[in-house]
Protein backbone atom coordinates (compact mmCIF):
# COMPACT_ATOMS: atom_id res chain seq x y z
CA UNK A 1 0.00 0.00 0.00
CA UNK A 2 1.45 3.62 -1.20
CA UNK A 3 0.18 6.86 0.01
CA UNK A 4 2.02 9.62 -2.25
CA UNK A 5 1.14 13.32 -0.54
CA UNK A 6 1.71 16.39 -2.59
CA UNK A 7 0.75 19.71 -3.29
CA UNK A 8 2.47 21.96 -0.54
CA UNK A 9 4.34 25.05 -0.63
CA UNK A 10 5.06 28.44 0.50
CA UNK A 11 2.06 30.56 0.12
CA UNK A 12 1.11 34.28 1.45
CA UNK A 13 -1.40 34.12 4.63
CA UNK A 14 -5.21 34.44 2.93
CA UNK A 15 -4.04 32.40 0.20
CA UNK A 16 -4.71 28.77 -1.10
CA UNK A 17 -3.16 25.63 -1.78
CA UNK A 18 -5.29 22.18 -2.58
CA UNK A 19 -3.19 18.84 -1.38
CA UNK A 20 -3.67 15.66 -3.02
CA UNK A 21 -2.85 12.27 -1.51
CA UNK A 22 -2.71 9.46 -4.16
CA UNK A 23 -3.65 6.01 -2.80
CA UNK A 24 -2.17 2.74 -4.35
CA UNK A 25 -1.95 -0.84 -3.61
CA UNK A 26 -5.51 -2.53 -2.67
CA UNK A 27 -8.56 -1.04 -2.92
CA UNK A 28 -9.91 1.49 -0.28
CA UNK A 29 -13.38 1.21 -0.65
CA UNK A 30 -14.02 0.25 2.87
CA UNK A 31 -11.57 2.49 4.09
CA UNK A 32 -11.33 6.00 5.89
CA UNK A 33 -8.84 8.62 4.81
CA UNK A 34 -7.63 11.59 6.87
CA UNK A 35 -4.95 14.51 6.66
CA UNK A 36 -3.16 14.76 9.88
CA UNK A 37 -0.72 17.87 10.43
CA UNK A 38 2.82 17.93 12.66
CA UNK A 39 4.33 21.44 13.24
CA UNK A 40 7.89 21.70 14.30
CA UNK A 41 8.00 20.80 17.68
CA UNK A 42 4.38 20.42 18.29
CA UNK A 43 2.45 16.87 18.38
CA UNK A 44 0.79 15.32 14.94
CA UNK A 45 -2.95 16.47 15.14
CA UNK A 46 -5.85 15.71 13.19
CA UNK A 47 -7.03 17.87 10.61
CA UNK A 48 -10.14 15.99 8.27
CA UNK A 49 -11.17 13.07 7.32
CA UNK A 50 -14.05 11.34 5.34
CA UNK A 51 -14.91 7.82 4.76
CA UNK A 52 -13.93 5.89 0.86
CA UNK A 53 -17.18 4.84 0.51
CA UNK A 54 -18.81 8.19 1.47
CA UNK A 55 -21.18 9.72 3.98
CA UNK A 56 -20.44 12.16 6.65
CA UNK A 57 -16.63 14.27 7.07
CA UNK A 58 -14.80 15.59 9.63
CA UNK A 59 -12.60 19.09 10.74
CA UNK A 60 -10.66 20.34 13.75
CA UNK A 61 -12.19 23.12 14.72
CA UNK A 62 -9.18 25.02 13.84
CA UNK A 63 -9.47 24.60 10.02
CA UNK A 64 -13.39 23.88 10.11
CA UNK A 65 -14.84 26.54 7.28
CA UNK A 66 -11.80 26.94 5.90
CA UNK A 67 -10.88 23.49 4.72
CA UNK A 68 -12.58 20.82 2.50
CA UNK A 69 -11.67 17.37 2.67
CA UNK A 70 -12.76 15.27 -0.94
CA UNK A 71 -11.96 12.37 -2.40
CA UNK A 72 -12.23 10.70 -6.95
CA UNK A 73 -12.83 7.42 -6.66
CA UNK A 74 -11.72 7.07 -10.73
CA UNK A 75 -8.65 8.68 -9.58
CA UNK A 76 -8.03 6.85 -5.90
CA UNK A 77 -7.17 10.10 -4.99
CA UNK A 78 -8.07 12.01 -1.71
CA UNK A 79 -7.96 16.58 -1.67
CA UNK A 80 -7.42 18.84 0.76
CA UNK A 81 -8.49 22.39 -0.29
CA UNK A 82 -7.05 24.87 2.09
CA UNK A 83 -8.86 28.02 2.34
CA UNK A 84 -7.99 31.42 4.39
CA UNK A 85 -4.40 29.63 5.14
CA UNK A 86 -2.81 31.53 8.20
CA UNK A 87 0.61 30.85 9.94
CA UNK A 88 -0.59 28.80 12.04
CA UNK A 89 -1.40 26.30 9.38
CA UNK A 90 2.41 26.02 8.78
CA UNK A 91 3.35 22.14 9.12
CA UNK A 92 3.82 18.74 7.41
CA UNK A 93 0.79 17.66 6.07
CA UNK A 94 0.40 13.86 6.12
CA UNK A 95 -2.43 11.18 4.41
CA UNK A 96 -3.37 8.41 6.18
CA UNK A 97 -5.81 5.25 5.47
CA UNK A 98 -7.11 2.95 7.77
CA UNK A 99 -9.76 -0.07 8.09
CA UNK A 100 -12.88 -0.26 9.81
CA UNK A 101 -12.70 3.06 11.89
CA UNK A 102 -15.30 3.80 14.47
CA UNK A 103 -16.82 7.31 14.75
CA UNK A 104 -14.96 7.55 18.36
CA UNK A 105 -11.72 7.30 16.67
CA UNK A 106 -11.60 8.70 13.10
CA UNK A 107 -9.38 12.03 15.21
CA UNK A 108 -6.59 9.01 16.64
CA UNK A 109 -3.69 8.76 14.81
CA UNK A 110 -3.81 4.89 15.91
CA UNK A 111 -6.75 4.35 13.89
CA UNK A 112 -4.84 4.42 10.66
CA UNK A 113 -2.50 1.91 9.37
CA UNK A 114 -1.16 2.98 6.12
CA UNK A 115 0.77 7.23 6.20
CA UNK A 116 2.06 8.29 2.98
CA UNK A 117 5.46 11.02 3.38
CA UNK A 118 4.56 14.26 4.71
CA UNK A 119 4.21 17.26 2.04
CA UNK A 120 5.18 20.72 3.44
CA UNK A 121 3.03 23.83 3.94
CA UNK A 122 4.38 27.01 4.72
CA UNK A 123 2.34 29.48 5.27
CA UNK A 124 4.22 33.49 5.74
CA UNK A 125 2.60 36.49 7.47
Known amino acids: VQLQASGGGLVQAGGSLRLSCAAS????????MAWFRQAPGKEREFVAA????????HYADSVKGRFTISRDNAKNTVYLQMNSLKPEDTAVYYC???????????????????WGQGTLVTVSS
Open 25 to 32: GRTFSSYS
Open 50 to 57: LKWSGGST
Open 96 to 114: AAGSGVILSMVRQIRAYTY
